[in-house]
């Protein structure tokens, strides 16, 4: 568990690297419920107060068009895409592990919910009242087919990029189980050195994700933009590339 934040290096003989927190926590090997003591403490500048550039630039990819889609959204935070989505007419299906970030995004756009506990592991099922919404809140790597069914599409911000690298093949093959024969997956990564910058979020190349994925999936690299601002400036790093993939089972 993170207990300390805002542990300052002193004269250098901290050898831990700044993380997106603003502290020193070694967080290569976060675990999901350290997520709940940086929500407790609104550590979440990570959510992005409008719809994401890129999905709204590349939702065609996505939907192929189609007006009712399944969406899965991993390790959704209070992502205002969700909302987006849903109200494009698709069916939004969140995950989340941080039980204050699917309150806060139910209360941030008054949406009357109801919480129900899953059925054979441990978390809960938001659902919205009136609009297609549900957020699965637990682990991800409990997440299963026949708990969630399939999805014709997945959009996916700040998941693969914020788990634990040693963990990236095991989650991409739970979102692989989880599409449907034609599903469209689009995976928005970074380039960052994390030899200055401690993440998350971890670097991850085309090569990685065509590790986690291609051996069932065809990987294609759809966009880049440079997405170097303040935020990144502080952490000490000189540069951070967005970049956008589409997976497609194959
Ligand atoms: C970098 S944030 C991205 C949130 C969101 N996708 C967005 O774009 O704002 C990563 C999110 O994943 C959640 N998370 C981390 N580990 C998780 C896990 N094992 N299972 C489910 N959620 C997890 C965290 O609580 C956090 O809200």
Known sequence: MTTSAQSKPVNG????????????EDVTNMRAEDWDFRWSKDQTKFHMPQVHPMLRKHIDKLTQGNIRSRVFVPLCGKSLDMKWLADQGHEVIGNEYADEGCRQFFEEHNIPYTTTPLQGIKGVLYKATGVPIQIYRCDCFDLTSKLLGK????????????????????YANINRSLMSPKCRYLLDTFLVDNGIFGGPPFNCSEADVNAAFGSSCKVQKLDEKDAFGKWQESWGVSSFVEELFLIEPQ
């Open 13 to 24: 003989s901290c050898q831990r690297k700044l993380n997106q927190f603003g502290d020193y």
């Open 151 to 170: 999805f014709d599409c997945i959009w996916d911000r700040g998941g693969f990029v914020a788990l634990p690298v040693k963990e990236r093949k095991r």
